[in-house]
């Protein structure tokens, strides 16, 4: 086997087939040494060609609403009250500092990702 540079999708398909067959090696041999190369490469390859973003702020408020099973009133100490949560999802409103702040704290969302671009979508 020869483990060469992933420099296209076609040189990463054959790379995860590789990956396939080496899966489950027994650590110290030459297959698992192959193995971790490989899983760094595609890595790498990954990360440049087909990164993923950031959440958009509003997505991961409604996705941590949805994990703890809360409802818009659950956030109206943490943003306003019903009209301000309102517009604040319905992407009318951006987040203010001290929402994000609130959020940040009560809700365990990551900071960077209240904050992203996507933030501003005031109408």
Do not use: C
Not at 11 to 23: F, G, N, T
Not at 43 to 58: F, Q, V
């Amino acid at each position: 086997m020869q483990i060469r540079p992933i420099r296209n999708d076609a040189d990463h398909a054959l790379a995860i087939e590789l990956v396939e067959d080496l899966w489950g090696a027994e650590a110290g041999t030459r297959q698992a040494e192959a193995l971790e190369v490989l899983l760094t490469l595609i890595d790498d390859y990954e990360a440049r060609h087909h990164a993923i973003g950031p959440p958009d702020p509003i997505a991961a408020i409604e996705f941590r609403m949805e994990q703890q099973g809360l409802t818009r009133k659950d956030l109206e100490p943490l943003i306003g009250g019903r009209g301000r949560v309102s517009e604040v999802l319905n992407r009318k409103r951006p987040l203010t500092l001290a929402m994000i702040r609130r959020l940040h704290r009560e809700l365990g969302i990551p900071a960077e990702v209240l904050l992203h671009e996507g933030s501003e979508t005031a109408a």
